[in-house]
Nanobody, 119 residues
């Protein structure tokens, strides 16, 4: 399993942008590269849901609500996955979590970073 450290959350006005980063500081590149990396979010009173993920081949999956506003990317040499979020809406307000999974039993989560979209 990976130790994941997130950064980049904060308060932004509607229509603004944020860039979230997640790093696996203790992993070496050859360990990090095979993982499917994802971003999930959990709003108050709601279940955690997938926002986007990127696998080892850099294939990406996005939730329908993203609607082309977010971009997920990874830099294996830096053991980092990034979520660029543009045109943020108030309904995007949530705690965003980084996830790393490999196979059926290897599943790690970061501590979460708060994103608040409000005027």
């Amino acid at each position: 399993q990976l130790t994941l450290v997130e950064s980049g959350g904060g308060l932004v006005q509607p229509g603004g942008s944020l860039r979230l980063s997640c790093k696996a500081p203790r992993a070496i590149t050859s360990v990090f590269s095979p993982y499917t990396m994802g971003w999930y979010r959990q709003a108050p009173g709601k279940q955690r849901e997938l926002v986007a993920e990127i696998n080892s081949r850099r294939d990406t999956v996005y939730a329908d609500f993203v609607e082309g506003r977010f971009t997920i990317s990874r830099d294996n040499s830096r053991k980092t996955v990034t979520l660029q979020m543009n045109n943020l809406k108030p309904e995007d307000t949530a705690v965003f979590y980084c996830n790393a999974r490999l196979g059926l039993n290897d599943n790690s989560w970061g501590q979460g970073t708060q994103v608040t979209v409000s005027s």
